[in-house]
């Protein structure tokens, strides 16, 4: 169905829709990703070992990956100007993850790569850019 101009579009768009399960997603993998960090972080100190660098960035960028996907999941349609570019840092946060975990030989750093990528794609959609920008009803 088209709707006339002065009529903003008030359904949420399909690709908007998919970006919101798909940051779910992150956000309940994050938080598990979260809790096995600090679970290797706790043995690695009970063995009096050292951390690396990548494992301490690890560290500090998982609850705020956790925290951020979590806005933007409850947020995304809520048509407010800066949960965009919430996501775009979240999903750049992603793929800096993505990129340590391909770097430390995990081939599935590649998954969270692709997938970050996608769901900023769909956040730019045409149409999640039309309806964003219109007026709530």
Not at 76 to 90: G, T
Not at 104 to 119: E, K, P
Request: hydrophobic fraction near 60%.
């Amino acid at each position: 169905m088209i709707q006339p101009p002065n009529n903003p579009p008030t359904a949420v768009p399909k690709p908007l829709r998919t970006a919101r399960v798909l940051i779910w997603i992150q956000f309940a993998a994050s938080a598990l990703l979260l809790i096995l960090v600090f679970s290797e972080v706790a043995s690695i100190a009970d063995h009096g070992q050292e951390m690396t660098s990548l494992g301490s960035f690890e560290v500090v960028e998982d609850p705020i990956v956790v925290v951020l996907a979590l806005i933007a999941a409850i947020f995304i349609a809520s048509r407010k100007q800066w949960v965009r570019p919430l996501v775009v840092i979240v999903e750049a946060l992603a793929v800096m993850n993505g990129i340590i975990n391909v770097v430390n030989g995990a081939v599935a750093g590649l998954v969270g790569i692709v997938l970050a990528i996608f769901v900023v794609s769909l956040m730019f959609r045409p149409e999640v850019t039309a309806w964003g920008e219109a007026p709530a009803a």
